[in-house]
């Protein structure tokens, strides 16, 4: 608006994945250029790849007297997102034309030649524009929440996240003897004792920390999953249980049960399960396969010299095939399952930590 109000000549960018921006035509430069108000920049469009790291498919130009397809200045490599958006693009293509001569039948000449004219400096562009991103292109995602910001994995800042959640045990807890934490992909929320939890920015509300991780949503293949961030060999991440100082003379943790459903895709790739006991004492958990991911734990009464308060299970991913290999770091996936799940009943990829607690012997 404020661009318009000024004269000149503004369209609305739309991304279907879920984000909209400006573009604004240079005289001077005779182009469009794409401006993006939230992130403070202009001219910088291989950002939402290369920055933010999404996987774009289509970018629709609305103009007052047009539309069109501008997906290919978006991307650097337009021939690739073609083959990956499985439409028919001849059809595509005619269906825009239909609607800009309906848009257009009230222009008078000087303004469809105006809009041509364009049309053939942008299909120039397409043809000869070299890509190559600028400094202003790489850097992650500046608006919204961090949190909100490594949920969806846009952000450059995804380096030893400390977000430091951590379940304080409630008394009501400690009395019933147990505490079970869920987290289900398909829906991006939490569950405590099978009560859902209010959803603020998805995965990364609970986590105690996390380094280089996503939720990575396959639109084509209708899956979804945790996973590596793209070109980092580590992802980490890890949840913390605790009791309460008031409580912690009285109980202590008993027997942990940890369903991580995992899959590894190839023989490189790595999924490493760790379960810490207070500040002291890491194991590294044995995979059940038979199990769905299945990991046990008691604390037995050789750990009685610890305080046994507080319980962190951590998962590490990697892979050593990184350099030779563009899809390896989606290699090793947690939580996986289809985005058209119907059944409620189906709970196998649910992230489930459940512990038991018990009285402490005050008579040793």
């Not at 958006?85 to 001849?90: G, H, Q």
């Not at 998805?202 to 996973?227: A, F, H, T």
């Amino acid at each position: 608006c404020l661009c318009r109000s000024l004269s000149f000549l503004t369209r609305y960018i739309y991304d279907p994945s879920d984000h909209v921006w400006t573009e604004v035509y240079s005289e001077s430069e005779q182009r469009w250029l794409h401006c993006d108000s939230c992130e403070n920049l202009c001219d910088s469009p291989l950002v939402y790849e290369k920055g933010w790291k999404k996987e774009l498919t289509f970018c629709i130009a609305f103009a007052k007297d047009h539309i069109g397809d501008v997906t290919w200045r978006y991307v650097t490599n337009f021939r690739q997102i073609i083959q990956r958006r499985n439409i028919n693009e001849k059809n595509f293509a005619r269906t825009i034309h239909q609607i800009n001569r309906k848009i257009q039948s009230q222009l008078n000449q000087e303004e469809k030649i105006k809009i041509i004219s364009n049309q053939i400096k942008d299909i120039v562009s397409m043809l000869n524009e070299e890509k190559s991103a600028k400094e202003s292109e790489l850097h992650g995602r500046q608006s919204g929440s961090l949190g909100w910001k490594l949920s969806r994995g846009e952000t450059d800042q995804q380096d030893d996240v400390i977000n430091g959640y951590v379940y304080s045990i409630t008394n009501e807890e400690c009395e019933k003897g147990s505490i079970q934490i869920e987290y289900n992909s398909v829906v991006d929320k939490y569950l405590r004792n099978g009560i859902e939890e209010i959803k603020k920015d998805g995965w990364i509300d609970r986590v105690y920390s996390c380094s280089n991780i996503q939720r990575k949503i396959e639109k084509d293949w209708k899956m979804v999953y945790l996973c590596r961030e793209h070109l980092h060999t580590n992802g980490i991440l890890s949840w913390t249980i605790q009791l309460k100082p008031e409580e912690e003379k009285f109980y202590q943790f008993h027997h942990i049960t940890i369903q991580c459903p995992s899959k590894a895709f190839d023989q490189y790739t790595q999924i490493i399960c760790q379960l810490q006991i207070d500040d002291k004492q890491i194991i590294d958990l044995s995979q059940n396969l038979s199990s769905n991911s299945l990991f046990e734990y008691s604390l037995d009464n050789k750990l009685d010299s610890l305080t046994n308060i507080r319980i962190t299970f951590k998962v590490i991913l990697n892979c050593s095939n990184d350099n030779n290999d563009n899809n390896a770091w989606q290699k090793g996936q947690l939580c996986r399952q289809t985005t058209e799940q119907v059944s409620n009943d189906d709970q196998s990829h649910y992230l489930r930590i459940h512990a038991t607690i018990r009285k402490r012997n005050l008579n040793l």
